[in-house]
């Protein structure tokens, strides 16, 4: 017996559970085509708790037409016992833990998103959730929608309505990721009345990216978490000043103007690593630091700030970003590491301008690398 054969032959004796196992981490497609390596292998993808619809192009509506038909065919294939072909009914009584479903159209202004299957709203065994380009038509507002759901990830989503969207996240209780980009609104948001989910379920939460999100989430309802990447938006009153204590936020990513960044690190008292980028181009114009953010030093920059990143782009005024390297230096007293990326104009200039600079840290080193995209 060859080397090839007896290895071959090990894999296929391992326990049921070990091969769902390695089979939840591939694909679906590819999971499926593992059948056709002998008897022992016919219904295993059957049983794996974990199913990935990943890169699929739906370039027209008959592209859609056989995504959907492929995913009702494999969740009816789980199940040989359930008499209906319904999506509504399988992905529910199939007890799929992981799901993703990423698709993406070549010129989505001129394609309509297939429709979420509703059965995936209410699929009680799901840990993790990733949906991309689906449109979600309405969201009923009954509790525990996701009763295990752990790890939520949406991106270019159509929603109806706002409400369904805040709904959606409100039967969450136990989320700890959540990752939301690109969230649009079939209906106007302006006057929903966000300030009744700030008290949101969303208790358990440990991580939160919100970005290319033009609309002001509730932020009080991440006020639990230690991972934070959002964007402040002036023309969507999405500001510091709405920001509730975040107590255990250790880590933070945000777009900043100085005087914004400044001020919420007022509300970041344990904060150890700090990344500043680019604001949104055409989001506003520059604002600087004040007096009164000179004399309301953050308790963060004097007690546990460790690492600051600040990340240049031609959208900002050398001015800015100085004064707010300079002051995070001046006044954060356990700095170790501060890091400055800058297109290669300016990185001459900026490292003359802040390797000079007093640190209130004595143990700072401060770290300049520059950007090879922005270079003509």
Aim: aromatic residues 12%; positive net charge; glycine residues 2%.
């Amino acid at each position: 017996m060859s080397h090839h054969k007896l290895a071959t032959d090990r894999i296929s004796g391992l326990p049921d559970e070990i091969l769902c196992h390695i089979l939840s981490f591939i694909p679906t497609k590819q999971a499926i085509f593992t059948s056709i390596l002998s008897k022992r292998w016919i219904h295993l993808w059957r049983h794996v708790p974990a199913l990935y619809f990943i890169n699929k192009k739906l370039n027209s509506s008959q592209d859609i037409h056989h995504f959907n038909q492929f995913v009702k065919a494999v969740l009816h294939s789980r199940d040989n016992s359930l008499s209906s072909h319904s999506i509504n009914n399988l992905a529910v009584q199939s007890k799929i833990q992981y799901l993703h479903l990423y698709l993406h159209a070549r010129l989505k202004c001129e394609t309509i998103p297939p429709k979420l299957p509703a059965s995936i709203l209410s699929c009680t065994t799901l840990v993790v959730l990733k949906l991309s380009w689906f449109y979600v038509d309405k969201v009923s507002p009954f509790p525990l929608r996701f009763p295990s759901l752990k790890t939520l990830d949406l991106k270019d989503m159509n929603f109806d309505k706002c409400q369904d969207f805040m709904l959606l996240l409100d039967g969450c209780p136990v989320l700890e990721d959540l990752q939301l980009s690109y969230i649009h609104f079939i209906q106007s948001f302006r006057h929903f009345d966000f300030e009744q989910f700030e008290n949101s379920s969303l208790r358990k939460l440990k991580r939160a990216h919100i970005t290319d999100c033009y609309f002001h989430f509730p932020v009080k309802a991440l006020a639990n978490v230690e991972f934070l990447r959002v964007e402040l938006w002036k023309g969507y009153t999405y500001l510091p000043d709405g920001f509730p204590t975040f107590h255990n936020l250790t880590h933070l990513a945000v777009n900043y103007d100085c005087n914004l960044a400044v001020q919420v690190l007022q509300h970041c008292p344990k904060l150890r690593n700090l990344e500043l980028y680019p604001k949104l181009k055409y989001a506003w114009r520059d604002e600087y630091i004040t007096k009164d953010d000179e004399e309301l030093v953050p308790i963060c920059l004097s007690s546990s700030l460790t690492t600051c990143t600040i990340r240049d782009f031609v959208s900002t005024t050398l001015e800015s970003l100085i004064m707010l390297a300079t002051f995070i230096m001046k006044k954060a007293r356990v700095l170790k590491t501060m890091t400055i990326w800058s297109n290669r104009k300016r990185f001459s200039e900026i490292e003359s301008k802040l390797s000079s600079f007093p640190r209130a840290s004595a143990t700072c080193q401060l770290s300049f690398q520059f950007i090879n995209l922005y270079d003509t």
